[in-house]
C-alpha cells in the first residue's frame, strides 16, 4: 500500500490553500524542514515567518495576526507547541477564540530515535481540554489534506495532529471529510475498534486478522476529537456491545478518555484503552516501540479477542 | 600556560569528535554538527576544570554540568564514557531501544547526566536552582552550563539570565555555542540574536568573548569567571558547526543528520 506521511501532505495542502486564500499565513519555530512548511515559504515567502526557537511567541503572534483578519497557520513538533505554548494557547487563543490553526508534526513515539524528551504523547489531552477548540487526528494523506481545508473554513482555534513516518493511505479522492462526523471503516456486530490518527489502519489490519477468527469488528476512524462523535460512540456501544479505542498517545485523557467519558454517561458498556501506558516515550526505531508499546494490529486484535470474552458481564 | 597539558587536552578533544561520528554513524541519525562544535569547550570542562569523580556520579559536592542543548548529547556521552562514567563501548548503542544513551540526555537512566534535557532553552532555570541549593546548603560546587545560539531565542533563557544575574549567582558559569547556524538556516536569517555579549552584559552578567576551538583561550576564560563575585559568567565561545570535520563544518545540512559509512570513514581519517 501506498505510504505518505501526514506531514508531508499538510504541506502540499498548506501550498494549494494559499493559493486560494490571500489571508493564510504560516508561522513555524525553526523546524519548516520537518514540518514542511517550507513548501509554502518556497510559494509565499511574505506570508511566510519563521519565529526562531521560540514557539510561545509564535503561538502569540499568530493570535495577534488572527485578530487581525488573518489565518495564521502555526507549526512546530507537537511537543512545544502544545506543550511549550500551552498557557498561550489556551488564554490568547482559545479562551480569546481567535482563528488560530495549531497543526503539529512529530506526534506520538514514531519520532522514534529522539526519545522520550521528543514523543508527545499528551497532546490530545491538552488540546480537548481547552473550550472552543477544535481537535482534529487525520489518519492518512487524504484525510489531512481534507482536514487542512476544514480547518481554513472552521471559525475559531483549530489543532491538527501530524506524524512523522509513512503511513498507508486509506481513502479515495472520493473521500467526504466532516468534522465532527466519525468514519465507520469497515462493519461488525462482535466489537468496536475506534482508532484515531495512524492507528486507524492497525485497526484495520487487526479487524482482517480477527475476520478469520470469525470476530467481527467494527472500525471507526475517530479523525476529530473533539467535538466527539457520541452519536458514533453509543451507536458502537449500543450494536457491538463492546469498544476498544487505539491511538498513539496516554491513555489518560485522549481519544480513549473521551471515548469512555462518552459512553460512561450514554450506555455504559466495556471501554478498553490501547495507548500509552501513563509512561513516556523513550528512544527506538518507530517499529519497535510501537511493538513494545503494543501499538501493532497483533496486539491490538490480542486485546479486541480479550475485549469480547468480557462482554456483557456485570 | 602549560603546554603539555593543553596538547593532552587537544588529543583528548580529538578523540571525542572521533566517538561523535562513530557514535551518530552507528545510530543512523542524531546531531554531529552541534556536537562537534563545543567539543573542545566539553573537553576542557571533564578534563580539566570540572571537580567531578566518575566512581561517585551522585556525589553532593561535585560541579554541574547542565547541556541545555540537548541534542548535542553524543558530545556529553563521548566525554562522560571517555571520563570513566560508564564504558566506552555502551557509547556505540546510542539511540537504540533500552540504551540509557538515550537520544537525548536523561539523568534517570544514565549516570553523570544532572539534568534531563532535549527540549530547548530549559537547561539555564535549571542551573541557577542547582546553584541556588549549593547556596543553601553552604556548598562550594560551581555549576557549567552550555546553550546553543539557536536556543537563547527562547525567551525562558532571558528569564533564567535575569534570575542568575537578581540571585547574584556567580557559582554559574554559562557557555554560549556561536556557531551561527540552526536548521533552518543561519541564525542571522531565522532570528537575530545579536549583539549576543551586549545582551548578556545588559542582563548583568559578566562576560568575555574567546575562541571556542583553543583549548588555551577556554582554560584561561574559566579561570577569570571563577574568579569573579557577585555576576554569573557568560563566555561567549565563537565555534563552527561541525568543526573537525571539513565537509560538515558550517553547513547545516549537518545538524541533524548522521553520517553513512563511507562519510564516516572520512571523517574519521580527518580527525586521526
Ligand atoms: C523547545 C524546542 N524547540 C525546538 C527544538 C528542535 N531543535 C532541536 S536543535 C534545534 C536548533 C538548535 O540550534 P542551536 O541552539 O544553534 O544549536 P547548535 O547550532 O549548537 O546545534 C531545534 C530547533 C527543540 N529541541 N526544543
Ligand atoms: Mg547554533
Known amino acids: ?314 | 600556560m602549560d603546554g603539555e597539558k593543553i596538547k593532552r587536552l587537544e588529543e583528548k578533544a580529538r578523540k571525542i569528535r572521533r566517538h561523535i561520528i562513530r557514535m551518530t554513524g552507528a545510530a543512523g541519525s542524531g546531531h554531529p554538527g552541534g556536537s562537534l562544535s563545543s567539543a573542545d569547550i566539553v573537553t576542557a570542562l571533564y578534563f580539566e576544570v570540572m571537580r567531578i569523580d566518575p566512581q561517585n556520579p551522585r556525589w553532593p559536592d561535585r560541579d554541574r554540568f547542565v547541556l541545555s542543548k540537548g541534542h548535542a548529547a553524543p558530545v556529553l556521552y563521548a566525554a562522560l564514557a571517555e571520563r570513566g562514567f560508564f564504558s566506552v563501548e555502551d557509547l556505540l548503542t546510542l539511540r537504540r531501544l533500552g540504551s540509557p544513551l538515550q537520544g537525548h540526555p536523561d539523568m534517570k537512566k544514565l549516570p553523570g547526566v544532572e539534568m534531563s534535557t532535549g527540549s530547548l532553552g530549559q537547561g539555564l532555570a535549571c542551573a541557577n536552582g542547582m546553584a541556588l541549593a549549593a547556596r543553601l546548603d553552604g556548598r562550594d560546587y560551581r555549576v557549567y552550563v552550555l546553550l546553543g545560539d539557536g536556543e537563547i531565542q527562547e525567551g525562558m533563557v532571558w528569564e533564567a539570565a535575569m534570575a542568575a544575574a537578581h540571585y547574584r549567582l556567580d557559582n554559574v558559569t554559562a557557555f554560549l555555542d556561536h556557531n551561527g547556524l540552526q536548521i533552518d538556516g543561519p541564525v542571522a536569517r531565522v532570528m537575530s540574536v545579536e549583539p549576543v555579549a551586549e545582551k548578556w552584559r545588559a542582563f548583568g552578567w559578566d562576560v568575555q568573548v574567546i575562541d571556542g576551538h583553543s583549548m588555551e583561550e577556554i582554560l584561561q576564560a574559566v579561570e577569570k569567571a571563577r574568579a569573579v563575585r557577585g555576576k554569573p559568567q557568560m563566555i561567549v565561545a565563537e565555534t563552527v558547526k561541525g568543526k573537525g570535520v571539513s565537509f560538515m563544518e558550517n553547513m547545516v545540512e549537518w545538524h541533524g543528520v548522521a553520517p553513512k559509512p563511507d562519510e564516516v570513514e572520512r571523517a574519521l581519517a580527518e580527525l586521526a
Do not use: W
Open chain 1, 1 to 314: 500500500m501506498k505510504k505518505i506521511a501526514t506531514r508531508d501532505a499538510y504541506g502540499k495542502a498548506l501550498v494549494e490553500l494559499g493559493r486560494e486564500n490571500p489571508d493564510v499565513v504560516v508561522l513555524d519555530a525553526d523546524l519548516a524542514k520537518s514540518t514542511k512548511t517550507i513548501e509554502f515559504a518556497k510559494h509565499f515567502p511574505e506570508r511566510f515567518f519563521d519565529m526562531g526557537i521560540a514557539e510561545q511567541n509564535m503561538i502569540g503572534t499568530a493570535a495577534g495576526l488572527a485578530a487581525a483578519g488573518k489565518i495564521p497557520f502555526c507549526s512546530t513538533f507537537a511537543i512545544f507547541a502544545t506543550g511549550r505554548a500551552f498557557e498561550i494557547i489556551r488564554n490568547s487563543v482559545a479562551y480569546s477564540r481567535l482563528n488560530v490553526k495549531i497543526a503539529a508534526s512529530h506526534a506520538g513515539i514514531t519520532v522514534g530515535e529522539d526519545g522520550g524528551s521528543h514523543q508527545s504523547v499528551e497532546d490530545i489531552a491538552l488540546m480537548r481540554s481547552l473550550p472552543n477548540m477544535t481537535v482534529l487526528v487525520p489518519a492518512d494523506a487524504v484525510e489531512t489534506r481534507a482536514a487542512v481545508r476544514a480547518a481554513a473554513q472552521i471559525q475559531g482555534p483549530v489543532y491538527i495532529r501530524l506524524g512523522r513516518p509513512g503511513v498507508p493511505v486509506l481513502h479515495g479522492d472520493d473521500f467526504h471529510f466532516e468534522p465532527g462526523r466519525a468514519v465507520v471503516m469497515r462493519e461488525g456486530d462482535d466489537a468496536t475498534i475506534i482508532a484515531t490518527g495512524i492507528m486507524v489502519a492497525t485497526a484495520l489490519e487487526a479487524a482482517g486478522l480477527l475476520e478469520q477468527e470469525g470476530i467481527g469488528v467494527r472500525v471507526v476512524n475517530m479523525h476529530t476529537i473533539k467535538p466527539l462523535d457520541e452519536e458514533a460512540v453509543i451507536a458502537a456501544a449500543r450494536e457491538t456491545g463492546v469498544i476498544v479505542t487505539a491511538e498513539e498517545h496516554s491513555v489518560i485523557g485522549g481519544l480513549g478518555g473521551a471515548v469512555a467519558e462518552a459512553v460512561c454517561a450514554c450506555h455504559p458498556v466495556p471501554v478498553y484503552r490501547v495507548g500509552l501506558p501513563d509512561v513516556f516515550g523513550e528512544s527506538g526505531k518507530p517499529g519497535e516501540l510501537l511493538e513494545k508499546y503494543g501499538l501493532t494490529a497483533a496486539h491490538l486484535a490480542a486485546r479486541v479477542r480479550e475485549a469480547v470474552t468480557k462482554k456483557g458481564r456485570r
